[in-house]
């Protein structure tokens, strides 16, 4: 359990870190190095990646000292996939591998959610670079409007995990309204229960932007779901749901019955 201020009964067991489950991934869209050290010295027990979103590691300042102040929080930073898929849009991966490895980064993302991409080739990335980081790899498409089939999603998971993938990742994009969300933001609960039925959900981080998608998957899997693409201010916030701490879980973990007493 992590060193709360006090001890409150019926709280879930969370896990720690190193996490296999109950991961939160934390997208960073170019804070200033002064606020990147806020945010370890306030947050980093609960955050286990940060990605440096889509390419802002290309244009933002002091990327290299943001990295090694979060690794030396032990959170494992990586670049956005979009930024991968740049260099392999323009037939730069070689350069892309010694780009990332400048940086001191072990862990990557490898998407294909702007380019078209051969599922094929994706998995073969996804290899190459597994022999020298932690790769998470994203499923689904950034586009609104483009539906995957629940049988795809499950066949593309089950490979990048087979070739060497930590975690898939359930694109939402950091909006919150495509891939496993309708426009409106709400979940494809049809498209996540087929998914669970096929892939352990501990295999899995969802990208959750928004409140209400925290809560639904809190609800869904339990207090050490894993999520991602949550905002830098958005980490306590989440954290309490994931306790029962804030009012949307607030009886999730109390004894049955506690919502209809009178105090």
């Known amino acids: 359990m992590p060193n709360y201020n006090v001890d409150l009964s019926f709280m879930p067991q969370r896990t720690e870190r190193p996490r296999d489950s109950g991961l939160t991934m934390v997208m960073d869209k170019g804070i200033s190095l002064r606020h990147a050290e806020e945010f370890v010295e306030s947050y980093s027990d609960y955050v286990d990646f940060v990605k440096l979103g889509f390419g802002t590691s290309v244009i933002s300042k002091n990327v290299k000292e943001k990295i090694k102040l979060y690794q030396n929080a032990?959170?494992?930073?990586?670049?956005?996939?979009?930024?991968?898929?740049?260099?392999v849009a323009r037939g730069k991966f070689e350069e892309y591998q010694k780009f990332i490895d400048s940086y001191g980064l072990d862990t990557a993302e490898v998407s294909d959610g702007s380019i078209n991409m051969e599922h094929d080739s994706k998995?073969?990335?996804?290899?190459?670079?597994?022999?020298?980081?932690?790769?998470?790899?994203?499923?689904?498409?950034?586009e609104e409007g483009i539906i995957i089939h629940p049988a795809k999603w499950i066949s593309m998971m089950k490979a990048e995990l087979g070739a060497g993938?930590?975690?898939?990742?359930?694109?939402?994009?950091?909006?919150?309204?495509?891939?496993?969300?309708?426009?409106n933001g709400s979940a494809h609960s049809m498209l996540i229960t087929r998914i669970t039925n096929k892939i352990k959900a501990t295999d899995i981080i969802w990208e959750t932007p928004q409140k209400a998608q925290q809560v639904y998957f809190i609800n869904l899997f339990g207090a050490?779901?894993?999520?991602?693409?949550?905002?830098?201010?958005?980490?306590?916030?989440?954290e309490t749901l994931r306790v029962g701490l804030r009012g949307d879980t607030f009886f999730n973990y109390l004894p049955e019955g506690t919502k209809d007493k009178v105090f």
């Open 74 to 87: 032990g959170i494992k930073t990586y670049l956005g996939g979009t930024l991968f898929e740049a260099f």
């Open 165 to 183: 993938s930590f975690k898939v990742i359930a694109e939402a994009r950091e909006s919150g309204n495509v891939g496993i969300f309708h426009k």
């Open 123 to 142: 998995c073969a990335f996804i290899s190459k670079l597994a022999k020298n980081f932690t790769v998470l790899s994203e499923v689904g498409s950034k």
């Open 224 to 238: 050490n779901v894993n999520v991602g693409n949550i905002s830098v201010d958005d980490v306590i916030p989440l």
